[in-house]
Antibody, heavy 117, light 107 residues
Framework: QVQLQESGPRLVKPSETLSLTCTVS????????WSWIRQSPGKGLEWIGY???????SYHPSLESRVTISVDTSKNQFSLNLKSVTAADTAIYYC???????????WGPGTLVSVSS | DIQMTQSPSSLSASVGDRVTITCQAS??????LNWYQQKPGKPPKLLIY???TLETGVPSRFSGRASGRHFTFIIDNVQPEDFATYYC?????????FGGGTKVDIK
């Protein structure tokens, strides 16, 4: 059974970059699609984007100018960078394995990231 | 973006009841709809994909139906462990979008 675990800073200052890494265990990242999804009280569940193991990506249009998702197959990890954050980016961030594109089969436990000075 | 209108936003039920939740898509999404269950402090869990296919290991009291742009999620004989928040999510179009959620609590 594939397991995912998010890691990274829990507190980010406004205008800085939010960076998270997801470590995949129990399976290879060299298949499937890998997504980031966030959840905030104000906006519910929001898909941020995905990366395929080849490195191809797709992003939510509302975040596309600020987001980069990348994959490191040698480490079995994928990462999220979200730049120029504001308080509106405060949320629980989940890394997720897509069984097929858009079917979110396996989720990390989530990590709460707060944007505050 | 496709809008997923989920209703009700909350409901109360007793153990053994039948619970029905609906999602309406703003345009045609074929069968490309998932249902998730989320308990407090936990990530969502996939229950149903392709509108009506049960994920492996999910009890058969959960079911899903599709009729055009209208989707229904049903829990027959709701059990204590089913009290949670449920979300629909479409995957026919990017960006992928979720419904607003339905909180099911104990009457």
């Amino acid at each position: 059974q594939v397991q995912l675990q998010e890691s990274g800073p829990r507190l980010v200052k406004p205008s800085e970059t939010l960076s998270l890494t997801c470590t995949v265990s129990g399976g290879s990242i060299g298949t499937d699609y890998w997504s980031w999804i966030r959840q905030s009280p104000g906006k519910g569940l929001e898909w941020i984007g995905y990366v395929y193991y080849t490195g191809s990506t797709s992003y939510h249009p509302s975040l596309e100018s600020r987001v980069t998702i990348s994959v490191d197959t040698s480490k079995n990890q994928f990462s999220l960078n979200l730049k120029s954050v504001t308080a509106a980016d405060t949320a629980i961030y989940y890394c997720v394995r897509d069984g097929s594109v858009g079917v979110f089969e396996n989720w990390g436990p989530g990590t709460l990231v707060s944007v505050s000075s | 973006d496709i809008q997923m209108t989920q209703s009700p936003s909350s409901l109360s039920a007793s153990v053994g009841d039948r619970v029905t939740i609906t999602c309406q898509a703003s345009r045609d999404i074929s069968k490309y709809l998932n249902w998730y269950q989320q308990k407090p402090g936990k990530p969502p869990k996939l229950l149903i994909y392709d509108a009506s296919t049960l994920e492996t290991g999910v009890p058969s009291r959960f079911s899903g139906r599709a009729s055009g742009r209208h989707f229904t999620f049903i829990i027959d004989n709701v059990q204590p462990e089913d009290f949670a928040t449920y979300y629909c999510q479409e995957y026919d179009n990017f960006p992928l979008t979720f419904g607003g959620g339905t909180k099911v609590d104990i009457k």
